[in-house]
């Protein structure tokens, strides 16, 4: 009811300012006495970010799945670990349930760390709420500019607000972008940001260099500047699966299920049969109710339970370019809110890069989605039209494609439109499926997860939802100016190719990504680099120091050299050939951790070099038509 009366509010609100009326919006604040915590939040944050708190092992976690028996299942065992499946597996850990997470490749392995970078409220499904009048499209939006904000709060260490450009190329465009991100900021209310305003064409071309003054009969009359959020996607799903562990979940990625158990007369899912592919070992859990969060995948899970259960998932294609740092200023994107044939294009500064998107097509469902050279080739063209720097097809670092799990939902009556909100539904008794949504509503989207397995399972959780007030591990007590704490404290020893242990600097750069990427516990990693000696970067040009690769190992569950490249690091995604480069010195420190073999080193090195083929860098690309050369 709360969230109902917020939404009206909201809109009447923005309504009137549409009119031209003024109003005052106010949204109470929320505290974990709202939701039943108090000591119990307390408890939860000592055990997540005090200073001796270890993830357990790998071990630890497959022999507590199971030990999950017919006798004393789990409550709750989650099936995925992208972004909404360790944010359902923390949600309800917090709760005082008992929960298991399993994830057939490594957390965020697929979606979860393809995606834009943006924590966002949806500029575009609010002018469609207005323009149709779509309440729907409005509370969506509504919705996300809450979990935006709370998005940020959770984890600041790893997400920011980033000012976003949008250029104007007529007197009418400026009035209505500027209006309608007015609106944008209004309806946001406490959880706004920053305010939007109008830059002038010279204040544009300071702020945005590389930003075209002219085009095809066409001329930029100025800009209007608003702010989203922005995420290291794939550091904030690991760090959201990591914390789960450390708060009692038993997570185990690398660990697929092979078959859902159902009781004795077949009517309900008991649990899952599960096999550590790592290993080959299989096993069977048990647990009250099972949560299906395997995105594109989540129909064939379904299917376990009933082979004829409709498909719920209309998968999309979404593809994204890395360029280098020059087509964009640090801290100022930009964001085309309409092209030439109505897509929405973009250019986002992200981890010393350029990220340039998107496409929206229909794919098919796959493990390892590639872009396609047409798509990289849509991109370019698209932002060639705004820029005044020459778009080079070698200029790629790194192409990508992620898969959008768009759901329909298969109880609803009517099953014609494709939802961009999430659908929670128990089309099979034991099992609820949770999909569709986006990354910025992630945690909401746990939140009915868990309330649906509650109601399906008949569980008693210790307390409501607490994860409003949960901070992810590395995000309690950390602050902008942490990094200067590494700059004065730590070296780098490095060992030079004669062996010998050599001091070095623990420069800027390497302190800000390391305060960066692991928050409040980055210490930890920048004394690896200094007691052990492996404190050289691992690729020229990019601030990832070998110490990192030896802490995801023991504290984040990276099990092979992808893991590292693509997901505890983000060296695959913002340059192919660096993660090329920087890959038998990973595979090295590997081995050491986990005790490989020559064979399993020489396997990890291959079918790392294979992973990196997917992404289609300027040495990738299948041809050239000699437009972006």
Known sequence: MTRLRKIGTAFGAAIATACGGAVILYEPAISASDHGGGSRVDAIRNRVHGPDAVVPSREAQQSALMAAGKGSPLDVLVIGGGATGAGTCLDAVTRGLRVGLVEREDFASGTSSRSTKLLHGGVRYLEKAFLKLDYGQFKLVLHALEERKQVIENAPHLCHALPCMTPCFSWFEVVYYWAGLKVYDLVAGRQILHLSRYYSLKQSAELFPTLAREGEDRSLKGTVVYYDGQMNDARLNVGLACTAALAGA???????????????????????????????????????????AAGPFCDGVRKMANVKAQEMIAPSSGVHITLPDYYSPEGMGLIVPKTKDGRVVFMLPWLGRTVAGTTDSSAKITYLPEPHEDEIGFILDAISDYLNVKVRRSDVLSAWSGIRPLAVDPTAKNTESISRDHVVCEDFPGLVTITGGK??????????????????????????????????????????????????????????????????????????????AYGSVAERVAAIAQNEGLGKRLAHGYPYLEAEVAYCARHEYCESAIDFIARRTRLAFLETDAAGRALPRVVEILANEHKWDQSRKKEELKTATEFLQTFKASKNAQFHDGKHK
């Open 250 to 292: 038993a997570v185990l990625n690398h660990a697929e299920v092979v078959d859902l158990l159902k009781d004795d007369s077949g009517k309900r899912v008991i649990g899952a049969r599960i096999r550590n592919n790592l290993t080959g070992e299989e096993f069977e859990t048990y647990a009250k109710v099972v949560v299906n």
């Open 439 to 516: 990354w910025t509503t992630y945690r909401s989207m746990a939140e009915d997860a868990v309330d649906a397995a509650i109601k399906s399972g008949n569980l008693n959780p210790s307390s409501g939802c607490l994860t409003r007030c949960v901070r992810i591990v590395g995000g309690e007590g950390w602050e902008p100016s942490s990094f200067t704490v590494l700059a004065q404290q730590y070296k780098r020893m490095k060992s030079t190719h004669g062996g010998k242990v050599v001091p070095g600097l623990m420069d800027s750069a390497a302190a800000k990504h390391l305060s960066h």
